[in-house]
Nanobody, 125 residues
Framework: QLQLVESGGGLVQPGGSLRLSCTAS????????VGWYRQAPGKERDGVSCISPSGDTIDYADSVKGRFTVSRDNAKSTVYLQMNSLKPEDTALYYC??????????????????WGQGTQVTVSS
């Protein structure tokens, strides 16, 4: 059973930056598509970004384009979400999800098979 662990969340002021990490318990990470999602209090979980196994295909939700950047280091079984110019509306619990046999559909996974436990991001002055 693949395990995903997110880290890097915290409290940051508006305009600040954070880098989230999603680390997997597999040496086959290079075969997985990975999606980032977030869920704000009282709202549904929304897709943020999706990256292909090789990292050559990436897409973002319109709300984060130009501010967030996804990258991956398959040798470290890790995917990163660099978040810049953070806004209060970015406040949410951020999750990563992965799928080995289902790829990205735009900025979300076709089917998210494995999920992490989430890391909290709070943007507030």
């Amino acid at each position: 059973q693949l395990q995903l662990v997110e880290s890097g969340g915290g409290l940051v002021q508006p305009g600040g930056s954070l880098r989230l990490s999603c680390t997997a318990s597999t040496l086959a990470w290079a075969y997985y598509s990975v999606g980032w999602y977030r869920q704000a209090p009282g709202k549904e979980r929304d897709g943020v970004s999706c990256i292909s196994p090789s990292g050559d295909t990436i897409d973002y939700a319109d709300s984060v384009k130009g501010r967030f950047t996804v990258s991956r280091d398959n040798a470290k079984s890790t995917v990163y979400l660099q978040m810049n110019s953070l806004k209060p509306e970015d406040t949410a619990l951020y999750y990563c999800a992965a799928s080995r046999y289902y790829g990205c559909k735009g900025y979300v996974l076709f089917t998210a098979i494995n999920w992490g436990q989430g890391t909290q991001v709070t943007v507030s002055s």
